[in-house]
């Protein structure tokens, strides 16, 4: 059986900023060649590549994730004494 998809990359601004349509959902990536941030409904990707290589390195934070390194955020232990 053959699978169906689809993929549309929409720039915003050329060359910068662009959203991104699939079947699995919407995104918006930020970046030039070299470099690029992602976010998505599953976290923020970044990526960085050698331009003309082939060579580029991605990973990929989860939004929960980031919610738990924030120091400021309401799950966080680290609370500002009071005076």
Not at 5 to 12: C, D, G, K, N, V
Not at 38 to 45: A, D, L, M, Q, V
């Amino acid at each position: 059986m053959t699978s169906i998809r689809f993929y549309r990359r929409i720039p915003l601004i050329p060359g910068l900023l662009h959203l991104n349509l699939s079947k699995g959902g919407i995104s918006l990536s930020l970046g030039e060649r070299g470099w690029g941030v992602t976010f998505g409904r599953n976290g923020i990707r970044f990526t960085a590549g050698l331009i003309g290589t082939g060579l580029s390195v991605s990973e990929q934070v989860s939004y929960e994730k980031l919610e738990n390194m924030n120091p400021l955020s309401h799950n966080s232990e680290h609370k500002i004494p009071k005076k």
